[in-house]
């Protein structure tokens, strides 16, 4: 059995082939600058002989349609995937489900049409996830598409925590709510998680951080997603690279009436500008961790101010669990950053925290445990694979029909 990811942006197409019945990674690439003159395609796989190899492709690709072609060649002179009628299906990673979806689709008609809908909600994301859909079927109309939302796993919060004290006709009317993102990621490593800790989900509370480029924190009680810290668009909450997680919204007004921004501006402000970029000029917490270690005084800044709100989600997620089994990290930041872990861990033995310096430096790239042996709270790092829980929820969903 072969199963293909795709994950596909606005300028980027990334895809990823699981064989056999254990899904096990056989290929994977990214197309880049897609529409632009300097596009390109790499691609690794495995030989017959188990070694890792790499092509890469230097060419115009001037669009979706174009890059799926060349990713389907790829594949071909790879030996990976003689043809996409190969495949028993393909996962797409969809961002936006909005309220429609709670679990992975098949995709037909309706389902296209649904997600059309939701694109007020991500007007960058899902138009390009939905571009990957209808380009793949055209190349593979026999085979069967699944959709996964990054939002579904994140249906189960309740409405005291989805709601903003806003006037409630804005939910109503126009769906102004909470709707979190990551769901895959936070989904794939709780389930993990439970599995390392040899417990059933259902008797867990959880807390899981993925720390990338974009971050937020779930809260995760039997299972089920209970609060996260992203928003209604993903601008809400930690601090991550370019975006400023939460803040006083009535900056907005201030900086507005102040210096005459516009809306247009304030976005860009917001997203682009803000975060450990804001703070330091920097967003890639590698070369933060290393100019804080040298003194340099913004990095030192941003990279406190990043774990301290880090910090005050995990003892806000606490609270809302009553409780805490296991706090998880994972992403880029998450998995490879032992500075912040030991940071946003620091002093928080009173509520049964208790990071074990030594295990937290010894980098593995496979799950680990880095809490002391004492520690009430066990402290896991997961290193999360999103393709894989995309191509496991095809799975199971093309078993279903
Ligand atoms: P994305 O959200 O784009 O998928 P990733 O999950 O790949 O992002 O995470 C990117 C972040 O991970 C960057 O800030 C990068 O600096 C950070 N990162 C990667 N490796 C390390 C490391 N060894 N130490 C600290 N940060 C790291």
Redesign the pocket.
Known sequence: MKILVLNSGSSSLKFKLFREKELLPSASGLIEQIGEKDSSAQLSFLDASGNNKKVQLNEPISDHRKAIKIMTVMLRESGMLADLKELAGIGHRVVHGGESFQQPVYIDENVIRAIKKLTPLAPLHNPANLTGIEVATEHAPRIPQVAVFDTAFHQSIPAHAYLYALPYYLYEKQKVRRYGFHGTSHAYVARQAAQYLDTPIENLHIITLH????ASAAAIQGGKCIDTSMGMTPLEGLVM?TRSGDIDPAILFYLARESGLDIDELDTLLNKKSG?KGICGD?????I?ESAARGNQHAKLALTIFCYRLKKYIGSYMAALGGVDCIVFT???G???A??REECCLDMERLGISLDIRKNSTQQNTIHEIQKKNSRISILVIPTDEEYEIASQTVQVISEI
């Open positions: 720390l990338g480029n974009g690279g450990l967003n890639d917490m590698r070369h961790c992403g880029g930041i998995e490879n950053s500075t912040v």
